[in-house]
C-alpha cells in the first residue's frame, strides 16, 4: 500500500457529518484538502482524536507507546462487567500473556465511555514490520474483532488485528459536507482531486428507528400498510383477493412525515384474508443496497404467509387471540428434561391411521400427542423443543425442510399446514402447543435471529441496515449461509423482540432456543430476556452459544440465558468409549462449574439435529453406521444415559435417541426426511434400551430430584469423587450434607476391563443399589443380585454403572 494518504473508507454518522479513513498518517498541520465529488469545499474538515480510531483498530499510537484500546460498546460479546481483558501478540507470546499481569488492561474513563487501555512502549510491540494481535481474557478466551475493524487479518480460520505503522491514529477526520446528507442518495468524496470515493451508510442509517404499529392490519374498517424502508424512493403494496391473481390492486405507499424511515399507506375498506406484497425501488450504489423493483418483498411483519410466493396474508387482530385460556408455566428450569424434535420427523411413520396432508405437520403432530400410545407420552421428557417451526425457505409443502433459513419471523410455516392459503397453520400450532400442554410438556421453539433465507426479503429492504458488513462492504458470513443479521440495530431488534413476544402472546409458546447465538450478542439477548419476562416470567431461554465466528456462553453467565453445552457432547462420547478422564467427568456431572453459574445454564446432551447422531457416532460398525448397532453399542448408550441423567444441569435427549435412531452414517441430513423421520419399529426392537433410558429420566424426575435438580450451585464439598488409576470412578452426591440427609453415589466402568473401586469411609450397608447398566430396581429391597462391595471396593464389571441410594 502506498504511504501516500488515499480514502480507503467514508461513512455517515450523521445527516450533517461523515468521518474519513485515510490509508496513512495525515502529518500537515493543515486538515487533508477533502471535497464533495463536484470539487465543492467542505464546510469543515477537523481531525479525530487517535482514541475514536483505537475504538474500531483496537490501538492506537501515543508519542513513543502504543496504546490498546477495548471500547465495550464495540465488542458486543465481551462481557466487560465480570472479566478483564488482557493484550496477547506477536510481541508476547499470545495465550502466555494472561500469566503476566504486565499486559493486564485498565479501566479508564475517556469522553463519558468506559474503556480498557493498555500502555507499551513501542520497541516492546514493534517486533516485526505489522504485528499481530488479540484481546483475551484471563481465563484464555478470545474477544471478538468488531465486524467493520480495517486492520483485521485472517490467520487460517482466525482473525486478528494488525498494527499498521503507517495508521497511528493521524489518519482520521471529521469532515461537514456543504447540505446535508438524506438518505438513499449516493454520496462521494475526493482527496486532493483524486479518485472519487462512496459515503458508505454508518452511524447515521444504523440510528434509524421505526416508530408506531408496522405491518398490514385493519382498524375501523380500513387496511393500513406500514414498512420500514429508510433509503428506498418508491415503495409499492400489491394486494389482492386470490393467491394466483397476476394483477390485483396497488397502493404507492408515502413517507411518514413523522418518522421519514417508514412508508406507509390505506385503503377505506377491510382487507381481511387478501394476500399482498411490496415491491421496493430506490438507488443501488456499491455493497449497501439490493433494491430490485421486479422483486416481490415479503412483509417482515405478516402474521401469516405463503412463503413459497412470497405473500403476506391481512389478518384481523382477533385470529391472534387466546381468549380467556390461561397462560401455561411449564417446569422450573432445574426439573426441565428435553426432547429435540422436528415436526414432520415425529409424524411421518407415526402409528396410527392419519390423512396425508395431516403427516405435513402440525395437525398431524396435535394428533399424535393426544393418543395415550404416542413415543413422547412415555419418553417422560416434560420439554419438547421443536426445530424450526416459523416460515422458511421450503420451495413448496411437500419438501422436508429443517427451518433453519426462516423467511418471516412471526408466522408458523405455511408448509406445516393442511389449508394455508387460509392460514390455517394459526390454528393448527395454536392446537399443537395446546395439545402438549394438556399433557403438560412444555413447548420450547427453535428461533433462527442470526441470519435469513432466500428469498432475502430484508437484504431487498436495506441490505445495510439489517445485514452485518466488513469494512470494504462485503457481507459477513458467520453464520456459514452467506448473511449475518445485524441484531443491534433499533428496527433489527425490533423485529427478533415483536416476532417473538407474539409467539407468546398469540400461542402460548414456553422458551426458546437461539441458533448461533454469539451472532445476536450478549447485548441484544439481555434485552430479549427482560422483554420476553415482562410478557411470560416463566419462559425458558436457552443459546445455542456459538458460531463460526467464536462462543459466549462464559459471557451469558450473568444473564437468565441457559447455553447448550457442546463440552459435554463431546467428552460424554469420548469417555464411554474409554478415551476419557476423571477429571473431566467429575467436571460435567458438577454442572460445569465455570461455564455456568447455577446447575440449568447448562444444557447437556450427547447428540442433537446436527453431525451424527448418537449410536452412529460411537458404533463400532465401519462407517459410523449404528442402524444395527453391536452389543457393546447398546452398552455403551446406556452409560451415556447414566451420565446424562447424573449431571447437574438440564439433560436433552435428541429424538428417537433412547431407542437407537441411526442415520445410516450420513453427518448432514438437513434435506433428508427419509432418514430424520423416526423409525417406531426401532422402539420395539431395541425396547430394553428404550425403556432404560425412561426409567433414569424417571428417577431424575421423582427419586433423584432433591440431589440432582438444583436451582442454585452446591459447594466444592458437595460431589466427592473416587479415583481409580484409569477413567473409571465413583462420585457421592451430597457428601458435605449440604441438601440433607439424603446421597447418592454413582459409579461407572467405561473399560472392556473389570474395575474396583477403593471406597475408602463408605459402608457397603448405608447404601442400596437402585440401578446398573441393565435396568432399575422394581421393588423396595433394591437391585439383586447387586454389585459385589467387599473390603472396601466396590467390584465394577466391564462397560458398567451402578447407582446407589443411601439407606
Known sequence: MSNTPQIFGAFWETAERGVAYLSADWTDDDSPPLTMQDGTPMKLVRRVEPLYFAFRTGYCFEGEQVLFVLAPPFYHNFDWEHETPYVAGDFNGWQEAVQDDAWRMKAETHAGL????????????????????????????????????PNVVADGKNENFEIQPECTGLNLFYFWPPKPHRLGVCESIRLNGGQPHEVRAGLLLFRQEAKGRLGAYIEDGKTFFRVFVPRATKVVAHFMPHPHEQEGRILELARDESNPCVWQGWVHESLENWFYYYSIGGNNHNATTAFDPAARVMDPWARAVI?????????????FSRGRKKQFTPPHWHDLVIAECHVRDLVKYAPMPMEDVKRRGFAGLAQCVRDPLFYLNH???????????????????????????????????????????SASQIEQFR???????????????DVVYNHTGEPNHLLRMDKAYFFCQDFDGALTNFSGTGNDLRTYTPTAKRLIIESLTHLIQAYDVDGFRFDLADLIGVGVLKEIEQALKAVK?????????????????????????????????????????????????????????????????????????????????????????????TGTDQRRTRLMFSVL??????????????????????????????????NYARAREYSDTAAYARHWIEFRKTAG???????????????????????????????????????LLYAINPHPWEERILLDGLEPSDFLQLADHNGFSQNERGLNPSFFWLEGKLRMPPLSCALFACC
Open 307 to 319: 412463503g413459497p410466493e412470497s405473500l403476506g396474508i391481512i389478518l384481523t387482530d382477533g385470529r
Open 537 to 629: 416470567p416463566s419462559v425458558v431461554l436457552i443459546a445455542e452459544p456459538w458460531s463460526f465466528r467464536g462462543n459466549i456462553a462464559r459471557a451469558l453467565r450473568h444473564t437468565g440465558f441457559s447455553s447448550w453445552n457442546d463440552g459435554f457432547r463431546e467428552f460424554v462420547a469420548r469417555y464411554v468409549l474409554g478415551n476419557g478422564n476423571i477429571e473431566g467427568l467429575k467436571y460435567f456431572l458438577a454442572g460445569s462449574p465455570g461455564l455456568a453459574l447455577w446447575p440449568a445454564q447448562t444444557v447437556n446432551y450427547a447428540a442433537s439435529h446436527d453431525d451424527y447422531c448418537w449410536i452412529d457416532k460411537i458404533t463400532e460398525n465401519a462407517g459410523h453406521n449404528g442402524f444395527w448397532p
Open 431 to 445: 392446537d399443537l402447543v395446546d395439545a402438549f400442554h394438556e399433557k403438560n410438556i412444555a413447548v420450547i421453539l
Open 645 to 678: 441423567m447424573m449431571a447437574l444441569g438440564i439433560p436433552m435427549l435428541a429424538q428417537g435417541q433412547d431407542f437407537l435412531h441411526s442415520k445410516h452414517g450420513v453427518c448432514n441430513t438437513y434435506l433428508d426426511g427419509e432418514k430424520n423421520a423416526l
Open 705 to 743: 430430584r432433591e440431589l440432582l435438580c438444583l436451582s442454585q450451585s452446591p459447594g466444592p464439598g458437595y460431589l466427592r469423587c473416587w479415583p481409580t488409576h484409569s477413567s473409571a470412578a465413583a462420585f457421592l452426591y451430597n457428601a458435605d450434607h449440604s441438601r440433607g440427609k439424603k446421597r
Open 114 to 149: 468506559s474503556v480498557y487501555v493498555l500502555r507499551v512502549p513501542k520497541e516492546k510491540v514493534m517486533v516485526n514490520a505489522r504485528p499481530r494481535f488479540k484481546f483475551v481474557t484471563r481465563e484464555k478466551h478470545w474477544v471478538e474483532i468488531p465486524r467493520r475493524a
Open 379 to 421: 419418553l417422560g421428557a416434560n420439554a419438547v423443543e421443536l426445530q424450526p417451526v416459523q416460515e422458511n425457505d421450503a420451495p413448496n409443502a411437500e419438501a422436508y425442510h429443517w427451518g433453519y433459513m426462516p423467511v418471516n419471523y412471526f408466522a408458523p410455516a405455511s408448509t406445516y399446514a393442511t389449508d394455508p392459503y
